[in-house]
């Protein structure tokens, strides 16, 4: 089993004299770096939580918190995650020149949380009572990832993998 030191990653034990934006992003990469392994940690889960408390609008951050959950098991706290980030998106271009950190921000409908909340919806079907309405839900999102890239072979796979 592989143990990360904070040390090791970069990070320093005092995390008060850091900005919210600076806080947001360590903690980020952290959690991303922890989620990649297959089984659920709750470290991650803590680490990926940090940043969607400081700044609600990182995109990135949603959709990595909402897998951590889904590895968890929580399958309606990861779908809210994942919606949550959709209801998020910001319409604004003007702040986007007011000096925001533009990296993780969301600037449209992101189609890796559409393919994501497809494949969680169609999971979540399997153990429901209104399946049929759940995959078309699924479907629907599916489609709107294509939508973002029609070039994307990925989501055109996720999408006829449903039909």
């Known amino acids: 089993m592989i143990k990360f030191n904070r040390l090791e990653m970069g990070f320093r034990s005092d995390d ?4 919210f934006a600076e806080l947001s992003s360590s903690n980020y ?18 680490h990926l939580s940090k940043p969607v408390k400081l700044n609600p609008s990182l995109a990135d ?3 990595y ?4 959950i889904w ?4 399958l309606p706290l990861a779908k809210s995650c994942f919606t949550l980030t959709l209801s998020k998106i910001i319409r604004d271009p003007s702040f986007f ?5 533009c990296l993780y921000l969301m600037q449209g409908p992101n189609k890796k949380i559409f393919c994501q909340l497809s494949m ?3 999971r979540m079907a399997q153990c429901a009572d209104n399946q049929a309405e759940i995959v078309e839900e699924s479907i629907k999102h599916a489609k709107e990832a294509i939508m973002l890239d029609v070039k994307d072979g990925d989501s055109w796979c996720k999408a006829l993998y449903q039909i």
């Open 61 to 63: 951050a949603w959709l």
């Open 97 to 101: 020149r007011r000096g925001a950190n």
């Open 120 to 122: 969680l919806e169609r």
């Open 16 to 19: 008060k004299h850091y900005s």
């Open 71 to 74: 590895k968890k098991g929580d």
């Open 65 to 68: 918190l909402g897998n951590c």
């Open 29 to 46: 990469h952290f959690g991303k770096i922890l989620d990649v392994f297959p089984d659920y940690r709750k470290e991650a889960e803590d």
